[in-house]
């Protein structure tokens, strides 16, 4: 079972961040607003007996809900290359405090820990040998892009089966927050 823990995003978000896919940049496969999310923890695929171990840790977590404001837009790059398209998430104590608490339940139920440094972001696009000049166009002129506030009050995990064009999200389990 391939898994993640990630904040699911409400559908007005989605269908702002809708609006600023689909054209532009060729080479980009740009992600459906049903798979949109910000993750928390990346877990990968595990035995069922750990993922009901995963499920027992993070139904113990206890932490309070807050607010989240999508904005900026970026790219990540392998070789110089850009792979994806990103908008960002701007980063709050709320936000690295559940993360945090989320890391070291998965730590205590024998995960290891997280390499990556965690950078909040939502994927919009991954890129297949864009034209650079496109995409750096592309997130100049979408830069200033900014939600409203936007409450988080759950988290969930999720499963993930990937087919050949895209992944296919599935929610296991929400976890509420106070």
Not at 81 to 109: F, Y
């Amino acid at each position: 079972m391939r898994l993640f823990v990630a904040l699911d995003l409400p559908w007005s978000a989605r269908e702002q961040l809708a609006a600023l896919s689909g054209s532009g940049i060729p080479g980009a496969r740009w992600v459906p607003p049903e798979n949109y999310h910000l993750t928390l923890r990346f877990i990968g695929d595990i035995p069922s007996h750990v993922a009901r171990d995963v499920d027992d840790a993070l139904l113990g977590l206890r932490s309070r809900g807050f607010a989240l404001t999508l904005t900026g837009m970026g790219t990540f790059s392998k070789g110089g290359v850009s792979s994806a398209l990103w908008v960002g998430v701007e980063r709050t104590p709320p936000l690295d405090h559940l993360r945090n608490k989320i890391e070291m339940a998965l730590q205590r139920c024998g995960l290891e820990p997280e390499r990556r440094k965690f950078q909040p972001h939502v994927t919009l696009a991954r890129l297949d040998n864009p034209a650079e000049g496109k995409v750096a166009a592309f997130v100049q002129a979408h830069n200033l892009f900014r939600t409203e506030a936007l409450p988080v009050e759950h988290f969930t995990l999720f499963s993930s089966l990937l087919c050949k064009d895209h992944a296919v999200y599935t929610p296991e389990a929400e976890y509420e927050l106070a």
